[in-house]
């Protein structure tokens, strides 16, 4: 038998003056998404940011649904149109603020698990690792190199392949 530890580094910067003028704005993309969430049942409203290989921006932000499963979180309605509107052109980072009309500041919420295959895919395929910039209603804010850290043992298109 062999044991072996699966890590990963997260950066962690206290507000949003610490990150570099690229990755601000990028979070500002995704905090105006944010007001575009439709939330009425959860009242949980998230917003995405990607920035493209070509500059380009891509917003996402919840879309909720009285039938529940039939609604889709920002980091998806982000990633499919980035799929849509720019096939082929890698994304370099995806920014997620993600927060309560109730309790504002909230930590920090990670992709769930849907959401981190969905952006595992295009990481895969792109063969370059997306970055994560994560923030709840205000700093702090988490970074994750690569969606791979956040889903260890992802299931890939190689694992199809005998
Ligand atoms: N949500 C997201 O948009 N992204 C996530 O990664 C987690 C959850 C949304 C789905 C639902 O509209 C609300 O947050 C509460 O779960």
């Known amino acids: 038998m062999k044991s072996k530890t699966l890590s990963f580094q ?3 910067f206290e507000s949003l003056a610490e990150l ?3 990755e601000q704005e ?3 993309h995704a905090l105006k998404a944010r007001e575009n969430a439709y939330a009425p049942y959860s009242d949980f409203k998230v917003g995405a940011a990607i920035l493209l290989e070509n500059n380009q921006v891509v917003i ?3 879309q909720e649904n009285a039938s ?3 609604g889709l979180c920002a980091e998806r309605v982000a990633v499919f149109q980035a799929g849509a509107k720019y096939p082929g052109i890698p994304i370099l ?3 997620i603020v993600a927060s309560s009309d109730k309790t504002p500041n909230r930590k920090p919420a990670a992709p769930c698990g849907n959401c981190r295959q969905s952006i595992f895919e295009y990481e895969n395929r792109q063969e ?3 970055e994560l910039l994560l923030m ?12 791979k850290d956040i889903l260890p043992l992802a299931f890939g298109s190689d694992s199809l392949e005998q």
């Open 10 to 12: 997260l950066s962690i």
């Open 20 to 22: 570099p003028k690229a």
């Open 26 to 28: 990028l979070i500002n």
């Open 60 to 62: 996402g932000s919840n």
């Open 68 to 70: 529940y499963p039939s």
């Open 93 to 95: 980072k995806i920014a």
């Open 128 to 130: 370059k690792p997306i």
């Open 136 to 147: 709840g209603g205000e700093g702090p804010i988490y970074k994750c190199h690569s969606v």
